[in-house]
């Protein structure tokens, strides 16, 4: 027997917490799914097919429209199993009285309001969802600051707490340990740049335009004493000689990477580079950032100045040069 407790707890975990991706392999949540129904729609009424599909669309978009469920197998598993029976034809469908399979739910849970179930238990999941979400946000915020600020070594678990006004198990309950936390504000800080560099960005552009363009939006951010700039400038200076990002940064990149390569792969389709591999084209890129990159690190840890465009230009010829066709 399915007691009123269980059938609302499982509405709420298969409707309200997200997890139902494909129709319940249980039986019993099948069960439970078509009594939902089943109680929103009016005994001794024929309904067309019409008619009862609307009613499981409805059902359905009462319960935020869950992806495992269409409105076709729901009708037909209703019939099958003893909820509706429909005349030969098709034409017309009735909720039928309880059989042997229908007993299987308390008489109590003919009372419960599942829309009101779900959409209770939704809402309150989300504002938790909403909250946590802010604190996360509060603690990779203070760890920018800090991190970009102080550098790895010089940030400490205890620091990022205060500065984000949350207690020390608040950390640990987002991110495994500081090195977890470091990676979660890199990745994001390359994200949130990303965002604003595809924002400025134009494909109309030449290659060699959107490359200056890119290049003086970047310079523009740095001269804001950025804090996403300064943080991947502390990560850059401390791979020393070597050509290549270090793991950290080179994990937080791959959107940054895979944007270039779609700028490659996009300038070659319109002949404006010769035809080259679009990885190797970036490889092309960050040995080239590696190799004149010091100019301008030196120049901007020692006097905050960034590029001039002028510079941004000679530096976007240099990587022409490697590129243009011969």
Same mark, same amino acid.
């Given at each position: 027997?399915?007691?009123?407790?269980?059938?609302?707890?499982?509405?709420?975990?298969?409707?309200?917490?997200?997890?139902?991706?494909?129709?319940?392999?249980?039986?019993?949540?099948?069960?439970?799914?078509?009594?939902?129904?089943?109680?929103?729609?009016?005994?001794?009424?024929?309904?067309?097919?019409?008619?009862?599909?609307?009613?499981?669309?409805?059902?359905?978009?009462?319960?935020?429209?869950?992806?495992?469920?269409?409105?076709?197998?729901?009708?037909?598993?209703?019939?099958?199993?003893?909820?509706?029976?429909?005349?030969?034809?098709?034409?017309?469908?009735?909720?039928?009285? +309880? #059989?042997?399979?229908?007993? $299987?739910?308390? /008489?109590?849970?003919?009372?419960?309001?599942?829309?009101?179930?779900?959409? *209770? @238990?939704?809402?309150?999941?989300?504002?938790?969802?909403?909250?946590?979400?802010?604190?996360?946000?509060?603690?990779?915020?203070?760890?920018?600051?800090?991190?970009?600020?102080?550098?790895?070594?010089?940030?400490?678990?205890?620091?990022?707490?205060?500065?984000?006004?949350?207690?020390?198990?608040?950390?640990?309950?987002?991110?495994?340990?500081?090195?977890?936390?470091?990676?979660?504000?890199?990745?994001?800080?390359?994200?949130?740049?990303?965002?604003?560099?595809?924002?400025?960005?134009?494909?109309?552009?030449?290659?060699?335009?959107?490359?200056?363009?890119?290049?003086?939006?970047?310079?523009?951010?740095?001269?804001?004493?950025?804090?996403?700039?300064?943080?991947?400038?502390?990560?850059?200076?401390?791979?020393?000689?070597? +050509? #290549?990002?270090?793991?950290? $940064?080179?994990? /937080?990149?791959?959107?940054?990477?895979?944007?270039?390569?779609?700028?490659? *792969? @996009?300038?070659?389709?319109?002949?404006?580079?010769?035809?080259?591999?679009?990885?190797?084209?970036?490889?092309?890129?960050?040995?080239?950032?590696?190799?004149?990159?010091?100019?301008?690190?030196?120049?901007?840890?020692?006097?905050?100045?960034?590029?001039?465009?002028?510079?941004?230009?000679?530096?976007?010829?240099?990587?022409?040069?490697?590129?243009?066709?011969?």
């Amino acid at each position: 027997m399915i007691t009123k407790e269980e059938f609302e707890k499982r509405l709420v975990e298969l409707f309200a917490q997200g997890r139902l991706t494909q129709y319940p392999r249980k039986r019993r949540d099948r069960h439970i799914i078509m009594k939902s129904i089943s109680m929103t729609l009016i005994k001794d009424k024929d309904y067309s097919e019409t008619e009862i599909n609307e009613a499981i669309k409805s059902w359905l978009a009462g319960m935020f429209e869950p992806d495992g469920l269409d409105y076709v197998t729901l009708r037909r598993e209703l019939v099958d199993e003893g909820y509706l029976d429909r005349s030969k034809n098709g034409s017309r469908y009735w909720v039928m009285e +309880p #059989g042997p399979s229908l007993k $299987l739910f308390d /008489a109590s849970i003919d009372l419960v309001d599942s829309f009101g179930v779900v959409t *209770s @238990a939704k809402d309150s999941f989300d504002k938790t969802r909403r909250v946590k979400g802010e604190v996360r946000k509060k603690i990779l915020d203070a760890g920018l600051d800090l991190f970009a600020s102080k550098g790895y070594d010089g940030a400490s678990i205890r620091d990022i707490a205060d500065k984000a006004h949350v207690t020390l198990p608040n950390i640990y309950y987002y991110f495994k340990d500081k090195e977890g936390l470091y990676q979660a504000v890199l990745k994001d800080t390359v994200s949130d740049l990303m965002e604003i560099l595809t924002k400025i960005d134009n494909p109309d552009l030449s290659f060699r335009e959107r490359l200056i363009a890119l290049g003086k939006a970047k310079m523009r951010l740095a001269g804001q004493k950025n804090a996403a700039v300064e943080l991947i400038l502390k990560e850059w200076i401390s791979s020393g000689d070597s +050509p #290549g990002f270090t793991p950290s $940064l080179q994990g /937080a990149m791959q959107t940054g990477f895979k944007y270039m390569e779609n700028m490659i *792969s @996009a300038a070659v389709k319109k002949g404006e580079i010769k035809p080259v591999n679009p990885k190797m084209g970036v490889l092309y890129f960050i040995s080239l950032a590696f190799f004149h990159g010091s100019k301008f690190i030196t120049q901007f840890i020692k006097n905050r100045e960034p590029l001039s465009d002028e510079d941004i230009e000679e530096y976007v010829e240099l990587i022409m040069k490697g590129l243009e066709k011969k």
